[in-house]
């Protein structure tokens, strides 16, 4: 196949995906409010525990600020409503319709989550670096070529685990349990909601064989360096 035309069909699958995540704009406006809602009250924890200049577990105040600020861009580029994207078309029949694209299943959905990707960055993820660079003193990027490569990563390994989610829609009726409670999990795991270095080692130890960690954890490690 013409490469020009290999291209213009996974860009048009992409724009599919955006046109679907921009359709409802009651959902954009509450989406980004929630993600910047979160952020700030992260922000006034955070930064009222770090308030006396001290360190505490390896962080200061800038760095812990940087650690969250960070961890939110991740976020929004983690393309983890691809598990229920799968669930929604098999529950409503819809996912026939994939199978017959002249395109591999796996690789639609991962053209398909980036457009989500795009979105939410756009609307939730610049938001708030951009928030955050305007109040407050950030650590800026170590190694913006060694962090654009764990980003990288960290999307794949995402996609990959949500991706296995969603399949788990083929053998059962619904999957929005099991999506929240994974969710849930990889938040937690991947130090999206408190830094590694805050639990306790034995637990540690456990994360640093588990593919979590690169989503979030390893790629503001990155930054941080």
């Known amino acids: 196949m013409n490469p020009l035309i290999k291209l213009e069909k996974y860009l048009s699958i992409i724009v599919i995906s955006i046109k679907a995540s921009s359709a409802y704009k009651i959902k954009l406006f509450f989406y980004a409010l929630t993600g910047i809602t979160q952020f700030i009250s992260y922000q006034y924890l955070w930064s009222s525990l770090y308030n006396d200049g001290r360190?505490?577990?390896?962080?200061?105040?800038?760095?812990?600020?940087?650690?969250f600020v960070v961890s939110f861009l991740i976020q929004s580029i983690i393309p983890r409503w691809i598990a229920m994207e799968i669930g929604w078309g098999v529950k409503r029949g819809e996912i026939i319709n994939v199978f017959l694209k002249p395109i591999g299943f796996r690789k639609y959905y991962l053209l398909y989550a980036f457009g989500d990707v795009i979105f939410t960055l756009i609307?939730?993820?610049?938001?708030?670096?951009?928030?955050?660079?305007?109040?407050?003193?950030?650590?800026?990027?170590?190694?913006?070529?060694?962090f654009m490569f764990?980003?990288?990563?960290?999307?794949?390994?995402?996609f990959n685990l949500f991706y296995l989610v969603g399949l788990?829609?083929?053998?059962?009726?619904?999957?929005?349990?099991?999506?929240?409670?994974?969710?849930?999990?990889?938040?937690?795991?991947?130090g999206a909601l408190l830094p590694l270095q805050f639990m306790p080692r034995w637990l540690v130890m456990v994360i640093k064989i588990l593919p979590f960690r690169y989503i979030v954890d390893f790629p503001i490690s990155v930054w941080l360096t």
């Open 55 to 67: 360190e505490y577990n390896g962080f200061t105040g800038e760095t812990i600020l940087t650690y």
């Open 123 to 146: 609307f939730m993820g610049l938001p708030i670096m951009l928030i955050a660079f305007l109040s407050a003193s950030l650590v800026p990027c170590g190694n913006i070529l060694l």
């Open 150 to 158: 764990s980003l990288i990563l960290s999307y794949g390994i995402a």
């Open 168 to 190: 788990i829609s083929f053998v059962t009726t619904n999957i929005w349990g099991i999506f929240l409670t994974f969710d849930l999990v990889n938040l937690f795991l991947s």
